[in-house]
T-cell receptor, first 111, second 111 residues
Framework: DAKTTQPPSMDCAEGRAANLPCNHS???????VYWYRQIHSQGPQYIIH???NNETNEMASLIITEDRKSSTLILPHATLRDTAVYYC????????????FGKGTKLTVNP | DAGVIQSPRHEVTEMGQEVTLRCKPI?????LFWYRQTMMRGLELLIY????????DSGMPEDRFSAKMPNASFSTLKIQPSEPRDSAVYFC?????????FGEGSWLTVV
């Protein structure tokens, strides 16, 4: 798996957009960028994934740079319940390799 | 679908006792993962299975830990004998082609 790097922590005001960056400069052509989050004491929750096009779902948007070396997860209107650790991971689809988590970014949404 | 189901949700046991954690993956998923999470070490992959076959158990800490997947709908993680340093949250996850889904975890305390 490609190694990803994320800032250890970020703060965001409630109602504002939260933009979480991730660097994955060694990502290979068939690896997708996945984002998960873990709210305290719960299991990690899938958010979104993409290969090279920007993606949007009901939870978030994912912006991937053209060279695919970095991406940004956007929570358009952060709420207090979005306070969590966010993990960015590179992974192939349909493969049998393991999903390895780094330390992620601790996002704190402040009132 | 009920998602990945783990049991027990919480267990407190005495040092030296055998502990068995159970997991029911999402129907149709062909990969299953066991993770351990502690404050010090974060989320660690212990072992994963593909089509019920163990693929990589390099994360299993020592011989006291063992995991089985006798069929596509059930897996166990056993610790025998348990030690206080095994206290952690143990997550099971299963994967389809696109996404990995996690259970809510089993909170283990060994006293």
């Amino acid at each position: 798996d490609a190694k990803t790097t994320q800032p250890p922590s970020m703060d965001c005001a409630e109602g504002r957009a939260a933009n979480l960056p991730c660097n994955h400069s060694t990502i290979s052509g068939n690896e997708y960028v996945y984002w998960y989050r873990q709210i305290h004491s719960q299991g990690p929750q899938y958010i979104i994934h993409g290969l090279k096009n920007n993606e949007t779902n009901e939870m978030a948007s994912l912006i991937i740079t053209e060279d695919r070396k970095s991406s940004t997860l956007i929570l358009p209107h952060a709420t207090l319940r979005d306070t969590a650790v966010y993990y960015c991971i590179a992974l192939t689809q349909g493969g049998s390799e393991k999903l390895v988590f780094g330390k992620g970014t601790k996002l704190t949404v402040n009132p | 679908d009920a998602g990945v189901i783990q049991s027990p949700r919480h267990e407190v046991t005495e040092m030296g006792q055998e502990v068995t954690l159970r997991c029911k993956p999402i129907s149709g998923h062909n990969s299953l993962f066991w993770y351990r999470q502690t404050m010090m070490r974060g989320l660690e992959l212990l072992i994963y299975f593909n089509n019920n076959v163990p693929i990589d158990d390099s994360g299993m800490p020592e011989d006291r830990f063992s995991a089985k997947m006798p069929n596509a709908s059930f897996s166990t993680l056993k610790i025998q004998p348990s030690e206080p340093r095994d206290s952690a949250v143990y997550f099971c996850a299963s994967r389809d082609i696109n996404t990995i889904y996690f259970g809510e975890g089993s909170w283990l305390t060994v006293v």
